[in-house]
């Protein structure tokens, strides 16, 4: 494995819409500009995803254009209770209408229709996201409004090919270790985040996939003797020779990772998994708690989605060789194979 780092400020595509330099960077330095994609409208995927957690609650939320279809989501999952709801709106052919930013620094995503009002704001070093669903689940209305506190540090962003397609790309930056604070109001429950022990995570794509893709993501964050350390790990989505997307982050630096393999039982996605690495700097265990599966089917589009979330321990070493010790630590991993 390459892991080649990409240093150069440049624009991200060429004249040809290939991309320029395939590799990871710790920022945004390759910049994204839609109107350079040699693509289909239709095939062009843009989203900006938060997953806002602790070890008994956790609320995820998406604002995406996926070129033939639009997916504005909402999820609210309590593992103390074991249970969680995603609700969805499809947009039919929004290919760009919705305006997303071609960076993830600056810039508001605001969604609006009959049941769902979502909005991203960025402000002065901070992130906001306000919701109100109507009809969120059983009649009743989810509504939330958070603060992710985004200080100067290193994030994952990789630039990934496919062999298949010149013009196809994907764009990703990854962004750990962000603390929130800020409240969920749901069935007369409220669920208060504290930015003393609560993290969010950004998952912030742009891109033009080939149809039929399957991958693995795992994403965590919390606080070592006080000190913030998160991890991102991932692979089977495009042509990874350049570089992989397996980073651990530790007090706002980057540590890159080379391989990192999931081993999921056959038999249930509930069992216990392993995560093992090429070069033995994270090497875990993790004990599902609750599984966020969706399964969609409809003409050309399909999903098969298993968002597991857990409490993860062992160890993970350092650029220098430092180790770090992992206990119960509640994050996620998942599988996921679309074909859209």
């Known amino acids: 494995m390459g892991n080649h780092e990409v240093t150069t400020p440049q624009m991200l595509l060429k004249e040809d819409g290939s991309l320029r330099e395939p590799g990871w960077s710790k920022r945004l330095v390759q910049q994204y500009e839609r109107s350079m994609i040699k693509a289909p409208k239709f095939r062009i995927k843009e989203w900006d995803y938060y997953l806002v957690l602790n070890e008994d ?24 209770e074991g249970w969680e709801h995603t609700e969805t709106i499809l947009n039919p052919f929004p290919m760009g209408k919705f305006k997303l930013p071609d960076t993830s620094k600056e ?19 901070k992130r906001r996201i306000r919701c109100h669903f109507k009809n969120f689940y059983q009649g009743k209305t989810f509504s939330c409004d958070i603060w992710l506190e985004q200080p100067d540090m290193d994030t994952m962003v990789i630039a990934t090919p496919f062999k298949e397609k010149k013009t196809a790309f994907y764009y990703n930056q990854k962004i750990n270790c962000m603390p929130a604070s800020g409240k969920m109001k749901f069935d007369g429950k409220t669920y208060t985040f504290s930015k003393e022990t609560d993290f969010g995570t950004l998952d912030w794509g742009r891109g033009v996939w080939t149809y039929d893709n399957c991958w693995y993501w795992g994403s ?8 913030p350390f998160g991890f991102n790990i991932g692979y089977g989505f495009g ?11 530790y007090n706002g630096k980057a540590h890159k990772l080379d ?3 999931f081993h999921i039982p056959e038999d249930s996605y509930l069992k216990p998994w392993k995560f093992t690495s ?12 609750l599984d966020r599966a969706a399964r969609t089917s409809a003409l050309i589009i399909e999903t098969d989605q298993h968002q597991v979330f857990g409490k993860m321990s062992g160890k993970a070493v350092l650029d220098d060789g430092q180790e770090i010790v ?4 509640m994050c996620f991993a998942e599988k996921v194979h679309n074909r859209y």
């Open 57 to 80: 609650f956790a609320g995820a939320f998406t604002l995406s254009d996926d070129g033939y279809i639009g997916l504005q989501s909402v999820s609210l999952l309590n593992f103390k």
């Open 107 to 125: 810039g508001d995503i605001i969604y609006k229709d009959k049941r769902l009002h979502m909005a991203f704001q960025i402000r002065d070093g």
């Open 220 to 227: 965590g964050n919390t606080r070592i003797e006080g000190i």
């Open 239 to 249: 042509d990874t020779s350049a570089a992989t997307e397996n980073m651990l982050f």
């Open 259 to 261: 391989e990192v393999t």
């Open 278 to 289: 090429n070069d033995g700097r994270f090497e875990m265990d993790f004990q599902p708690v």
């Open 326 to 329: 992992v206990k119960d630590m």
